[in-house]
């Protein structure tokens, strides 16, 4: 096999950014990691279009030597890899002019964050690190991706991801929230938590 290229996407916002450390199956298939890119091509810099033509290019290229087609001329049976954000309608307005991949790998991907340590070096985001809630299904990022075409249980191209970076928060996706934001200066149980103090230590008098 010949070496894949590598490129950088342009920013997207991550959702189902939870297997970027925690492999998953995707319909009984081999456990990977990833995440879901949503990309907004209206908004793209020039900078990003760069970006996107340069994976597009090689989306071409990559279909053309194995499919003999162009792209965007596959047949509606093969799976594309980038797709019309239409199609996740029901998902909420995040994908409301948005195309979107999953980016995925059976490898551990590299994962930090914009921000940088005391050597200048991108502050690392893993497990034992510790702090993976830096990325949640809502935040910018970007990543490194490959592009290949597969033929085996169908046909298609896919989006191989290589490493990823966080960018900024952004609106969650999970509509989980944050906690600290969720309890900060709400004190109206105190007086009722006072009255416990020094109180009656019977279980059937706790009202929790």
């Known amino acids: 096999m010949a070496d ?22 995707m319909d009984g298939g081999p456990l990977k990691y990833g995440v879901m890119a949503i990309w907004y091509p209206e908004r793209f810099t ?19 030597a194995s499919f003999k087609k162009k792209w965007a001329d596959l047949p509606a049976n093969f799976k594309r890899g980038i797709r019309d954000g239409a199609e996740k309608a029901s998902m909420g307005d995040a994908f409301d002019g948005a195309v979107f991949a999953n980016l995925t790998t059976k490898l551990v ?56 970076q966080k960018l900024k928060d952004g609106k969650r996706l999970d509509y989980q929230g944050n906690a600290a934001a969720d309890f900060k200066d709400h004190d109206e149980d105190q ?3 006072d009255q416990l103090e020094g109180g009656d230590e019977d279980d059937d008098e706790i009202p929790f």
């Open 109 to 164: 991907p590299g994962v930090v964050d914009f921000n940088k340590d005391a050597k200048g070096e991108p502050i690392a985001i893993s497990k034992k690190a510790g702090n993976t809630g830096l990325v949640y299904s809502g935040c910018w990022m970007r990543a490194t991706i490959t592009i290949y075409t597969y033929d085996n249980k169908g046909k298609g191209v896919a989006l191989g991801l290589m490493n990823a």
């Open 46 to 64: 020039d900078v990003h279009k760069k970006l996107w033509a340069d994976i597009h290019a090689e989306l071409d290229a990559v279909c053309l």
């Open 4 to 25: 894949l290229k590598t490129f950088r996407t342009p920013p997207f916002r991550g959702n189902f950014t939870n297997t970027l450390f925690d492999a998953d199956s």
């Open 191 to 193: 007086d009722f938590l």
